[in-house]
Structure formats: structure tokens, C-alpha cells
């Protein structure tokens, strides 16, 4: 299976980048890509994709920006025989390709985050990474996931990295669009932009890696209108199916400002009990290998040597962040399925001939497009965005969604 396989309808990004992976084989350095680049007289076989220092790679949520840049990674450390003879980069089965898409390469570091910003120290520490010649591979590679989260002086740190790139080191940027990173660094990065997948694409990748069944892939697909992270967990968990029922019966609940209230504390509990689950999955397992590792050893009552609490105190803050960020995530996705309703209601109003991603609670549609104009279905729409507007804006999140139920009976 080559590593390219995962990155569902994105055949054109995907032929850039096994381009620019085999124009990399006749480079010495990234910096002299980079020159190349800027000057304009890099080989004349070198496509426009070819190889550079620094990548940007764009896209809406679920259409696969990490996947491609992980495929990508892998891409340059593969050592397949058959790559020497002019075969094409990414076998997925050498060493190279192995160990770098299940994430234990000593050259590619793959950096995500739980919390909702990156901050200055943790972007020092991974540009002193990336200072270094690799280990064993062809490449460096780092692969920041989550470049929109750099607060404004990580992004200063990150600039300077960018700017003057170590001879072998390349940096793999994913964000959801531009305007999301800095303008400074954006330059000096190469775009790729991917594009939301058909659903019928996702849903036969569920079919072929997951082995879910043809029906439910499909449901799973349309219902999250091609984002694939979110497809497969739909299609593989039942309290993430759940919850999606209970959010889309919301437009049917708010007939008065009693339901208003009940159903904005409802989404604010789910979201609330997806961040415990998360916490109970994650943080007990955390905190009892950082007290392992501080020596708390077992017969002394569990007690920690001294000097270390602050290090446990450090852990437990890292741990509410990320809670607030699981809380967050989970209202967000929550004000997704919502939008996407009122966008099934919308089409009908207007009769347009296409997919419903809702097709599952027709009936509830059709009763909420039977019983409104489009024009009221479309303030509607705003409601909801404005909600995401103001919990980005860090709003309290039950006075954001308390007033997006009140405007929506209203509207």
C-alpha cells in the first residue's frame, strides 16, 4: 500500500508532491531549493511542484491536510530499492515509509495539539529540532498540524526557521486556510490546497480500510459531508451517533424560551461529557507515568519526592486546557451538524437537486422547511455562525449557545 492510498479525491495534490518527492532526490539541499525557487533556475525537469524548503497545506476540516503532509514525510525518507532505479517515492512498505507514517522515524516529528494555542517555548524547542542534520534519513522533517493555533510570538520564532532554513530540514505546515498563518510565513511557504472529498470517495475508503458496511459508510459520508475523520467516527462509534441525534432534534425543541434554554444546556453537558470522557481515557494514564517517572514508587503512600510537585502542577494545567479545547471541539462539531441541517432545510425551500446530508431525519427537515421561508432559514444559518464566531472570541459557551437558541426561535 503506497502512502498516498489514505489521502481520499486529492489526486492532484497528490501527483505535486510524489513530483516534488522524486525532484528531491536530485537536490542536495533544501536551501538549494530554495534558491532555486526564488531565483527562478531550478533544472529545467523539475515540475512546479518541485522541492522546496517549506510547505503550506490548506484546506477545509476533514479533507485531509495532515494525512497529506504525513504521506508526504514519508515520501522523502522512502528507501525502496525500486526508487533507485527511477520508481516512484512513497512505496509505503520500506523502512523509511514504515516507521514514518506510524510515527516512531527519528527524522519526521509530528507536532498536534491538545490545547488551543501553541506557545513561544514549545516553538523554540521544535526549531532547536529542526536545526539538526538528521539522524539516519534523507530529510528532517517536521510537521506542525495545527500552524493556525501558533499564538502571534510563536509564529515570530517560527519565522525566523522558515526564513532561514537548516541545509536539510523541511517544514510541512497545515492550517484550514491561509489567512490563517502569518503573512510572513505564508511567503515563504509553497501552497497546496486540498479540497473537501466526494462523498462517495470517503465513503469507500470506510468500506476498504475500516471494513464498515457499504450502507453505513455511505450514511456516515453524507451525513458529515466528506470530512473523513469525522465520517469514520460516525460510522464506528455509537455515542458519537448518538449525539448527532440529539443535536439534530434541536430545531424541533425551541418552541419557546423554556426549550431555548434546555436545549443550549444540553449541548453545553454533551460537550461537557465529551471532554470528561477524554479526560478519563488520557489523563490518569498521563499522571501516573509522570509519577513513575518522578519516583513516586510504590510503599511510600504514592508520595512524590520533593521538588516535583510544581511538575505535577505543570501536568494538571496542560490537562484543564485540554479540556477546554475537547469542550470546545465538541461545540463545534455540535453548530457543524446544526448548520448542516438548516442547509437541508434551505435546499428544499429552494428546491435545488441535491444530496441531503441528513437524509436519515428527512421527515424533520421537511417539517422544519414546511413551516419557514428560506429568508428565515438563511438568519437561521447566521445564528449558528455567529455561536462559532463568539465561542472563537472566547465567550462563555452557555450565554453563546443560550443566545444562538433564542435567535433561532426568533428567526
Not at 537548516?166 to 497546496?192: K, Y
Not at 517517572?293 to 510503599?299: C, D, S
Request: charged share 25%.
Amino acid at each position: 500500500m503506497a502512502v498516498w492510498d489514505d489521502l481520499v479525491g486529492q489526486e492532484r495534490v497528490t501527483d505535486q508532491l510524489a513530483a516534488a518527492a522524486r525532484d528531491a532526490d536530485a537536490l542536495v539541499t533544501v536551501e538549494e531549493a530554495g534558491r532555486a525557487a526564488v531565483s527562478g533556475s531550478a533544472p529545467a525537469s523539475m515540475s512546479a511542484s518541485r522541492m522546496t524548503h517549506a510547505w503550506l497545506f490548506t484546506g477545509p476540516p476533514g479533507s485531509g491536510r495532515s494525512t497529506a503532509a504525513r504521506a508526504f514525510a514519508a515520501a522523502l525518507q522512502c528507501v525502496s530499492p525500486d526508487r533507485a532505479l527511477g520508481g516512484a517515492p512513497g512505496c509505503g512498505f520500506c523502512d523509511g515509509c514504515h516507521t514514518a507514517m506510524v510515527g516512531t522515524h527519528a527524522d519526521v516529528e509530528v507536532v498536534r495539539t491538545d490545547l488551543l494555542s501553541i506557545g513561544v517555548k514549545e516553538t523554540r524547542d521544535l526549531v532547536r529540532r529542526a536545526s539538526m542534520s538528521p539522524a539516519g534519513g534523507r530529510w528532517q522533517v517536521i510537521v506542525l498540524e495545527d500552524a493556525d493555533r501558533l499564538t502571534e510570538g510563536a509564529g515570530n520564532v517560527l519565522l525566523k526557521a522558515v526564513e532561514e532554513p537548516a541545509p536539510r530540514t523541511v517544514w510541512l505546515l497545515c492550517a484550514p486556510s491561509i489567512e490563517d498563518v502569518l503573512p510572513t510565513i505564508r511567503s515563504r511557504c509553497r501552497l497546496l490546497t486540498l479540497r473537501t472529498p466526494a462523498t462517495s470517495a470517503v465513503a469507500d475508503m470506510l468500506v476498504r480500510r475500516d471494513g464498515i458496511e457499504p450502507a453505513a459508510a455511505g450514511a456516515a459520508a453524507r451525513a458529515t459531508q466528506g470530512h473523513i475523520g469525522r465520517a469514520r467516527r460516525l460510522a464506528t462509534d455509537e455515542r458519537a451517533r448518538a449525539r448527532r441525534a440529539a443535536v439534530l432534534k434541536l430545531p424541533l425543541r425551541i418552541d419557546d424560551i423554556g426549550g431555548c434554554l434546555r436545549s443550549a444546556q444540553e449541548l453545553i453537558d454533551a460537550a461537557g461529557e465529551d471532554a470528561k470522557q477524554v479526560a478519563e481515557e488520557v489523563d490518569a494514564k498521563e499522571t501516573e507515568e509522570l509519577r513513575a517517572a518522578l519516583g513516586a514508587a510504590a510503599g511510600t503512600g504514592g508520595r512524590l519526592p520533593r521538588g516535583t510537585a510544581g511538575v505535577m502542577k505543570d501536568l494538571q494545567d496542560k490537562q484543564k486546557r485540554r479540556s477546554t479545547r475537547t469542550q470546545r471541539d465538541s461545540l463545534d462539531l455540535a453548530l457543524s451538524d446544526l448548520t448542516g441541517f438548516y442547509r437541508d432545510v434551505l435546499a428544499l425551500q429552494l428546491g435545488s437537486a441535491v444530496e441531503l446530508a441528513n437524509e436519515d431525519v428527512r421527515d424533520s427537515v421537511q417539517r422544519i422547511a414546511t413551516g419557514s421561508t428560506a429568508e428565515r432559514t438563511l438568519r437561521r444559518i447566521e445564528a449558528v455562525l455567529a455561536c462559532r464566531q463568539a465561542l472563537d472570541r472566547n465567550v462563555a459557551p452557555l450565554l453563546a449557545v443560550e443566545a444562538m437558541t433564542a435567535a433561532l426561535r426568533a428567526s
